[in-house]
């Protein structure tokens, strides 16, 4: 292989950092009190969610230490390319917006326009889809989490 990086060994390193990374998190969760007087305490989803993602990084390290190594043909482009470079790119993009629009028109409208426009990047084009999809990402989620949950969300300068 001649010092290059396969694709297989790139894909055992990301998955090894990404497992020191959720077992990083299980350890710091642990440090907070998983229940508390009125049920979850502020541990409870960081221990799940690193805990699930420490074994899913397991059992993609296990796979693709398992799949037979392939010979390099080429130098693997790290980064997307072409069209779906672009949709990365676009995703990045609405990501970045959406977490400076947040703060001046609030959760569910910045939600509405960037699960609008995140639809639309990855390629749907039926319009009564990315309505309803944008409108149960947005408002859907707001209502769930604020009325359910109670947990506060940004409502804005607009009011929502």
């Known amino acids: 292989m001649g010092g290059l990086v396969g694709m297989r060994q790139g894909r055992l390193i990301a998955t090894g950092a990404m497992l020191l990374f959720c077992l990083f998190a299980l350890w710091q969760s642990l440090l907070l009190p998983l229940t508390d007087r009125l049920g979850p ?9 690193s805990l699930i993602g420490s ?10 230490w398992r799949e037979p190594t392939e010979p390099q043909i080429e130098t693997p482009r790290i980064l997307p390319h072409g069209p779906g470079g672009r949709r990365w790119l676009a995703i990045v993009g609405l ?10 028109v609030g959760f569910r409208l910045a939600m509405l ?3 609008a426009a995140l639809v639309a990047a990855l390629g749907e084009r039926r319009w009564w889809l ?4 944008a409108v149960l990402g947005s408002f ?3 209502y769930v989490f604020t009325t359910w949950l109670d947990v506060i969300l940004p409502t804005g300068k607009l009011g929502f």
């Open 130 to 133: 990315i309505a309803l999809f």
């Open 140 to 142: 859907g989620v707001y």
């Open 95 to 104: 990501i970045a917006a959406v977490t400076i629009a947040m703060e001046v």
């Open 41 to 49: 305490g502020p541990g409870f989803f960081p221990f799940w969610l």
């Open 113 to 115: 326009v960037f699960n």
């Open 55 to 64: 074994l899913l990084a397991i059992a993609l390290l296990v796979t693709t």
